[in-house]
């Protein structure tokens, strides 16, 4: 028919200037939409902007007639290059964009939030971040953090090199916040480095003015230049702005869906606050106060040689799994693993680090196998004791390791490491013991 | 033409004043658009808060908006309060949200279809920027449901542009110098966004169309009620003049002293526009144009200057050539030229306050001052030049006069700038902010399109609620009202509880009507809070009529007595008041009594006693038995006396 004539006939791009006529019906007229066409992920429907701003879906079908007014150009985000001049007072602060919300932008294509945002844009919406450190920015991956990859993290910890032998005094990593605990970790283990490596994320796309992005990056910027020794992650503190916690790497994990202070300390605090709201009284500017809440010269002790600053080490066996315990799971999974060649397996008991009978002959076959085992707790707060139970003394003489109040998540980035870069004996003995402040000698009693 | 006279007998035409109308009606849904949370606004103690900062952010097309972009100057922060058992994370912009409210979207539809209008087939949700703090998410989420319609009024058609469905924004508690307090109780309520072309042509017709559709949203049944729940803006332009665009007209009989008061500040400014370029006055904007002068203030008397020096604030001056006497020429009724740059310099600047020097020597500034300062500014008198200053901090003086450099020069330029103008409770306007433009809209990823079927649509047509005119016809029918009344009813607030009522109890309908809409009113002139009378004690009120337990008298004393005690049972309201109804026995006995203590008046006037002892009675009775009643007893009584 007519209509369908006209739409193939008339070849229309994103962007274009469009005048649509409706077909009358018969009890209305018909009616007329004009605007740029945008992109619609139906293919029956056409969606345009209209001058007052809105979209408005009409479908083909109802189309008598379409004219085009104007080639229009398809709208981009205008990119613009930077060039700043460094100011020698201030410390050079290098911030790897990895993608993620922080470093998001919206994809109008699909209509979701994708990652876009080159480490320069961020540096655009954030320019107060020139007057806290002289910025280089660099964007070494563009993924979501869910479709992050171990072997990510060693390109990370390789860019982390390359940036402080280049001289940067700190380093501070945009990431997702899904898995961001997961790299944290990593980076802890991998790096040893007395610049701060401090991970930053947001909960809210930062292009919406209410995110949380900017305050972020602030705070990790500043941070960055404290002169800190290892790897942290900086968040909001509370769901309101007024200040942002830095929890170590090794201790964080994300806690909550979609609130701003999603990310918690785990049986551990957060190792400093930044107050984001209060304001210098003289100069009425936000003098974003620091206030460290573990012992500031501890945090700022060298831990390698000086003039070295930064070392090295990506080996990770990537054959680890880590395996929830709920009632009536079964051996299947554990020999499936070991039969797949996995050198180790962290489970996440329940309670005080506890499994099922039904999974005893699992254990013992991938034991028996050669696999590492290892026991956290999947109640998140608390230490695993496997003394306390029969169970629990029946898992130690099968094998099975305690990671005492090391997160789950990290226990098992902590076991790739350390079956790639030690005999296995000497893995498993190091399993259970701090060795980059993964493990706490004793469990505090006020939690944040 | 003088410059204080404002009275001007208007000719609309030859104006060629055009208005539009945008009104917003928050919807009485059970839940919010984006969230699950109830549509209920309180005013008890928030259970909490939390403290927050917007920014601007980058729209699709890469721009920044220029209405956002101020606000953002001003670095406020913001204050959401909330309650924990009827607010959520949504609302704090703390967690995504969830898809519209469906019964928002069919009421969408159905005021669409009352007007005639064509609704698309796809809707997507826009985020409209607004960072005032108004949202916390720094955008408004709304919906472009439906256009191109028309509804009729008495002085002829209005054509409705638009019908969007958008979420209402933080209701503000308080403004506080670096602060702004919200809460987020009605963030998230359903409202309706209706925009209609500028057709209006004179302000009786620009209140008649708010009043028509303000009639069809009510025919929904899903209009809110209660002050705030509806709000008017008004878009006026004058031939030569501009659009404007006046927010937050809360009460619809201002409508037309905003548009009359509008149209003679349009005359007024193209007037004072003609003067500047006769005079070939001059302004040179930029900040590199502010004079710092507070040495020429050094040891004045004026307590605002002394007071902002004391704070180590600094006197700044700007030079206006050619604007002498017209700094102080009214363009609205007590509105001058000067207070339009003050608006500026308090909405851009923050400062309090300006002096220019058509008001000078006042407020403790003497005249050796001023002429000091004309001086310094090189102000010459035979160009007309004049200057204005401003004590604060320096940054904020800076700020509020490149403002008002801004607002000057476009007095010589433009006349009248295009802008959004809040609406004064004396149907005068301020500056808000300058005209939005279209960057500030950009998709809501969070949330899919929504499809509108039309079979949907076809429903809601073939459903559509009454709509007033049927319905007075049916009342003057079925309900034997007369025409005033019926008409009073179905404009009423109050119609659904008139139709239950009258379906429920055998009382007369109109007995009914005007016990809601007459009496109800004047019980509240006579000082009475009518706000505590609810549906129950209507109810109860008729329930005893209908079985005679209270006579049509006492109702005003009854319902009086719901007022005082509402908590109190209809029983306990008549024990109270003393208007338990008397039986018919007691009735005639009392009667009988009341005959025989003026015996002696019926045995000189006979029947002509009547007048006198129906007012005793009544003294007597009033509100424990029916009138009629008593009217027709009296009456039987004397006849048999009188007979006898």
């Not at chain 1, 500031?296 to 070392?311: G, S, T």
């Not at chain 2, 669409?112 to 916390?136: A, W, Y």
């Not at chain 2, 300062?373 to 800076?398: H, P, Q």
């Not at chain 2, 808000?432 to 047509?461: C, H, K, Q, W």
Request: aromatic share 6%; charged share 30%.
């Amino acid at each position: 028919m007519s209509n369908n004539n006209c739409l193939e006939n008339l070849k229309t791009d994103i962007g274009d200037l469009v005048e649509i006529t409706t077909k009358a019906e018969a009890d209305k007229s018909s009616t007329t939409y004009k605007g740029n066409i945008m992109p619609c992920l139906k293919e029956d429907v056409i969606m345009i902007k209209m001058s007052s701003g809105y979209n408005a879906g009409i479908k083909k079908e109802k189309i008598e007639e379409i004219k085009l007014l104007s080639k229009g150009e398809t709208p981009k985000h205008v990119k613009t290059d930077l060039e700043i001049n460094k100011d020698k007072k201030l410390k050079n602060i290098s911030i790897i964009s990895t993608g993620g919300t922080v470093a998001s932008r919206v994809d109008y294509k699909t209509g979701a939030v994708h990652p876009a945002f080159t480490a320069d844009d961020l540096i655009m919406a954030v320019p107060e971040l020139l007057t806290i450190a002289n910025i280089s920015g660099k964007a070494v991956m563009n993924i979501l953090s869910e479709n992050m990859l171990p072997t990510y993290w060693k390109e990370v910890a390789e860019h982390i090199e390359q940036e402080v032998k280049n001289g940067a005094d700190g380093i501070v990593i945009a990431h997702g916040t899904d898995t961001m605990h997961y790299t944290a970790s990593a980076l802890q283990f991998m790096v040893k480095s007395n610049v701060p490596i401090i991970l930053v994320g947001a909960q809210r796309s930062s292009d919406r003015p209410s995110s949380d992005a900017a305050l972020n990056l602030i705070a990790s910027t500043k941070f960055a230049t404290e002169g800190l020794s290892g790897v942290y992650v900086l968040m909001h503190g509370e769901n309101g702005d007024e200040y942002c916690y830095l929890h170590e790497g090794v201790k964080v994990r994300k806690l909550h869906s979609s609130r701003r202070d999603a990310f918690k300390s785990v049986n551990a605090q957060p190792v400093a606050k930044m107050n984001m709201l209060s304001k210098n009284k003289k100069t009425n500017e936000k003098d974003y106060k620091i206030e460290y809440l573990a012992d500031e010269r501890k945090l700022k002790q060298n831990i390698i040689d000086k003039n070295l600053n930064v070392q090295i080490n990506t080996k990770l066996e990537e054959r680890v799994a880590l395996l929830k315990i709920y009632p009536g799971i079964n051996s299947d999974i554990l020999k499936y693993y070991a039969d797949k060649g996995y050198k180790g397996i962290v489970l996440e008991g329940t309670g005080l680090g506890h499994a099922p009978e039904t999974l005893f002959e699992g254990i013992k076959y991938a034991i028996s196998k050669g696999l590492l085992v290892a026991m956290t707790t999947q109640t998140i707060n608390g230490r695993v004791n496997m003394n306390v139970y029969s169970n629990g003394v029946e898992l130690q003489k099968m094998g099975v390791i305690s990671c005492e109040d090391m997160n789950a998540e990290t226990a098992l980035v902590k076991m790739m490491y350390l079956l790639a870069n030690y005999e296995f004996k000497e893995a498993k003995d190091l399993m259970g013991k701090n060795i980059a402040g993964e493990i706490t000698e004793f469990s505090v009693i006020d939690l944040n | 033409m003088s410059n204080s006279d404002l009275n001007l007998n208007l000719d609309y035409k030859e104006l060629g004043l055009k208005v539009g109308l945008e009104i917003h009606q928050q919807l009485n849904t059970s839940r919010k658009l984006f969230c699950n949370c109830p549509t209920k606004i309180r005013d008890d103690e928030p259970h909490g808060e939390i403290e927050r900062v917007l920014r601007p952010s980058q729209s699709e097309m890469g721009q920044i908006d220029k209405a956002a972009l101020i606000e953002s100057k001003k670095e406020k922060n913001y204050v959401y309060q909330y309650y924990n058992d009827t607010n959520c994370l949504v609302e704090l912009d703390d967690e995504p949200p969830q898809g519209p409210c469906e019964e928002g979207v069919y009421t969408a539809v159905e005021v669409s279809e009352l007007m005639d209008m064509h609704v698309v087939d796809e809707v997507q949700v826009m985020r409209k920027m607004v960072i005032d703090g108004s949202n916390t998410s720094g955008f408004q989420r709304t919906m472009f449901i439906s256009q191109d319609g028309n509804i009729e009024t008495d002085y002829g058609d209005v054509r409705i542009t638009s019908l969007c469905l958008e979420e209402d924004a933080c209701k503000k508690v308080r403004d506080e110098k670096d602060k702004v307090i919200y809460c987020v109780d009605r963030l998230g309520i359903p409202l309706l966004e209706i925009t209609t072309e500028p057709d209006i042509t004179t302000p009786e017709m620009g209140k008649e169309a708010a009043r028509r559709i303000g009639t069809i949203l009510r025919a929904t049944g899903k209009a809110k009620r209660g002050l705030g729940t509806i709000r008017q803006d008004v878009n006026i332009s004058i031939k030569e003049g501009a659009r404007i665009e006046v927010k937050g007209v809360q009460n619809l009989d201002l409508i037309e002293q905003i548009i009359k008061n509008e149209a003679i500040r349009q005359i007024k400014l193209n007037e004072i526009k003609k003067e500047l370029i006769e005079r070939n006055a001059e302004v040179k904007t930029g900040t590199q144009n502010i004079v710092d002068v507070t040495e020429l203030f050094k040891n004045t008397e004026s307590k605002v200057i002394k007071s902002a020096l004391k704070k180590k604030g600094v006197v700044k001056a700007i030079l206006l050539k050619g604007f002498d006497g017209l700094i102080g020429k009214e363009v609205q009724p007590n509105r001058r030229l000067g207070t339009e740059f003050s608006d500026r310099g308090k909405v851009i600047g923050g400062v309090g306050g300006l002096f220019h020097t058509d008001e000078l020597p006042k407020y403790g500034i003497t005249q050796e001052e001023v002429d000091a300062l004309k001086e310094f500014m090189g102000a010459n008198a035979e160009t007309k030049d004049a200057v204005i200053i401003v004590a604060d901090r320096e940054s904020k003086a800076v700020r509020a006069l490149g403002a008002v450099l801004d607002r000057a020069y476009e007095a010589i330029t433009i006349g009248i700038p295009e802008e959004t103008r809040k609406a004064l409770e004396d149907g005068n306007t301020s500056y808000l902010r300058p005209l939005p433009g279209a960057a500030r809209m950009y998709p809501e990823t969070d949330i899919p399109n929504i499809p509108i079927s039309d079979e949907f649509v076809e429903n809601i047509r073939n459903n559509l609620p009454e709509m007033p005119k049927e319905k007075l016809e049916r009342f003057i029918k079925e309900y034997d009202l007369n025409n005033d009344l019926a008409k009073q009813m179905v404009m009423s607030y109050h119609v659904d509880l008139f139709e239950e009522l009258a379906k429920t109890f055998k009382v007369k309908p109109t007995l009914i009507a005007t016990t809601i809409e007459a009496t109800v009113k004047e019980i509240r002139r006579e000082g009475f809070n009518i706000e505590l009378l609810k549906e129950e004690h209507f109810e109860q009120l008729f329930e005893c009529i209908e079985n005679g337990k209270v006579s049509k008298e006492a109702i005003v004393d009854v319902l009086k007595g719901f007022v005082e005690n509402p908590y109190a049972n209809v029983d306990k309201i008549l024990e109270i008041k003393g208007l338990s109804a008397m039986s018919e026995e007691d009735v005639v006995k009392e009667i009988k009594s009341i005959i025989k203590q003026n015996i002696a008046v019926v045995n000189e006037k006979g029947m002509g006693a009547m007048g006198l002892l129906m007012g005793r009675c009544m003294a007597n009775l009033r509100g424990k038995a029916d009138g009629k009643l008593i009217n027709k007893t009296l009456q039987d009584e004397l006849k048999s006396i009188v007979n006898k």
